[in-house]
């Protein structure tokens, strides 16, 4: 059963300070993966797609890694603002799959 | 380029009413995606519509169901609605079959009473 799990399940920081967050996956023949964010009460904005090939990608502050071979991800914020404060969703899709798998997402907080 | 749009914003029913929710993709986008985001859980899959066809649908009863339109608009109707019901329904475009990035609209907060 393909399935996405996020850790923490929620993140309080200080505003300027960086965090990881993590997401493990076990969806399969994997296609690709992509981190959004979602602001209360708002639908997700996608930060990054990676396929197989891409270890790593850029936007902006947010820098997202891909290990396809232990299946983990991660997406590292540097220098926190208080509109990061959102929840971060993982989403996985499966080769020949059109209905990606969605993790429950890590909420974070940064505190001024 | 305007984004994906839903109406009503916020809708409020009580048990074993009918909703009816709307989304309208973004332009030249054919496919249209549901999902139900209940209190504190990810996102669950519902329908998918591609060209007016439905190509796939998630483990929902068959109270929830929809259809796309020729301009590829989509409604959502939930029947004879629950208690958890309760949710968030975010509708989703993309421009093709496959996985596609998709784009999200703010949602439909349906709250029953």
């Known amino acids: 059963k393909n399935q996405v799990e996020q850790s923490p399940q929620s993140l309080i920081i200080l505003e300027g300070k960086n965090c990881t967050l993590q997401?493990?996956?076990?969806?399969?023949?994997?296609?690709?993966l992509r981190w959004y964010k979602q602001d209360t009460g708002r639908g997700p904005v996608s930060l990054t797609i990676m396929t197989f090939s891409e270890n790593t990608k850029s936007n902006g502050r947010y820098t997202a890694t891909l290990d396809a071979d232990t299946k983990q991800s991660s997406l590292h914020i540097t220098a926190s603002q208080l509109s990061d404060s959102a929840s971060y969703i993982c989403v996985v899709s499966a080769r020949g799959s059109y209905i990606p798998t969605f993790g429950r997402g890590t909420s974070l907080i940064v505190h001024p | 380029e305007a984004g994906v749009t839903q109406s009503p914003t916020h809708l409020i029913k009580t048990r074993g009413q009918q909703a009816t929710l709307r989304c309208s993709p973004i332009s030249g986008h054919t496919c249209v995606y549901w999902y139900q985001q209940a209190l504190g859980l990810g996102l669950q899959f519902l329908l998918w519509y591609d060209e007016g066809e439905e190509r796939n649908r998630g483990n929902f009863p068959p109270r929830f169901s929809g259809r796309q339109f020729p301009n590829y608009s989509s409604e959502l109707n939930v029947n004879a609605l629950e208690l958890e019901d309760s949710a968030l329904y975010l509708c989703a475009s993309s421009t093709g079959r496959g996985p596609q990035p998709q784009h999200f609209g703010d949602g439909t907060r349906l709250s029953i009473l």
């Open positions: 997401c493990n996956y076990t969806v399969s023949p994997f296609s690709n």
